[in-house]
């Protein structure tokens, strides 16, 4: 609720206290796909969008990142959130389902009003490219179930709350590997199987966010259809939209949810600083104590 309204507030933009709070929080990285979310977002607009009479589970979509200055690609990500966003939030149809917040200069002060709020913690780089991770450690501590591929610290808090209470999906570390020792992966394959796909990455020229400018979205097509996909975003997306669909489940099955909220607030403290100084102190740095 004081999330809410904060973001009335600051945004003027209404949001239901009621909706599945999913959160993702972090530098603005191609690795970290934040392009896997907004393209399901896409989907789901497009779903609602075909048939009206369609119903979801009411979702508020929030986005925190920065952009390194010259990382051009990265400004084309946020400028694509920032243009579904628009879409969707002013949509009378869509809008009853799903609202999209893009928080501004993201930051600790804002991470402190975000991560209690949320519900779904949005941990999805490709796997074996996080090699560690503390956001997905501090949204755990404050109840949020996590959502993510099995990969960094996603793996020692599925190993703690227990698996049954995250939901993992996609590739391992060592298919994604496999893939890339063999060559094996063209992301045209999955853009002539998968309607849900090919509709949405056409939509990057055509859809109501190119805002009529067919060249708008074109270098995110570009970097996924011509330059190979290296993150395995499209490869992923089915089971990114199946994990989504998990994770609505879940969070309608209210004493599984609550109970996977409770296991995954008492196990954070092994992520604690204290539990990890000892353990480098142990193994690597061998100071005595006074």
């Known amino acids: 609720v004081d999330f809410v309204k904060f973001v009335k507030k600051q945004y003027g933009l209404e949001i239901d206290p009621d909706s599945i709070f999913d959160v993702q929080i972090k530098r603005l990285h191609a690795y970290k796909r934040q392009l896997l979310n907004v393209f399901h977002i896409m989907y789901l607009y497009q779903k609602i969008k075909e ?12 986005f925190g990142a920065k952009a390194a200055p010259s990382y051009a690609y990265a400004k084309k990500i946020i400028e694509l959130i920032l243009a579904v966003a628009d879409t969707v939030n002013n949509d009378p149809v869509a809008s009853k389902f799903m609202k999209i917040v893009f928080v501004e200069n993201y930051g ?38 996590t959502i993510g591929t099995l990969d960094g610290a996603n793996i020692e808090i599925a190993d703690f709350a227990g698996r049954e209470n995250e939901i993992i999906f996609g590739l391992k570390a060592d298919e994604v590997q496999e893939m890339v020792d063999h060559q094996s992966y063209s992301p045209w394959d999955v853009y002539n199987s998968d309607a849900r796909v090919k509709a949405v990455m056409d939509s990057l020229f055509s859809g109501p966010w190119s805002k009529g400018n067919p060249d ?74 006074y």
């Open 51 to 62: 048939n009206p009479s369609v119903v979801l589970t009411p979702h508020t979509y929030i």
């Open 216 to 289: 708008c979205f074109r270098m995110i097509f570009d970097e996924i259809m011509n330059k190979g996909d290296q993150y395995y975003i499209l490869e992923d997306f089915a089971s990114y939209c199946d994990a989504c669909k998990r994770a609505e489940e879940f969070y309608l099955d209210k004493e599984r949810w609550a109970k996977a909220v409770i296991d995954n607030i008492s196990t954070s403290g092994v992520f604690s600083s204290d539990r990890t100084i000892e353990e480098y102190n142990r193994d690597i740095w061998h100071l005595s104590k």
């Open 108 to 145: 600790v002060s804002l991470a402190e009003k975000i991560i209690p709020a949320a519900d779904l913690s949005e941990q999805i780089s490709t796997a074996g490219k996080e090699a560690s991770g503390t956001s997905n450690m501090k949204l755990m501590m404050n109840g949020a179930i």
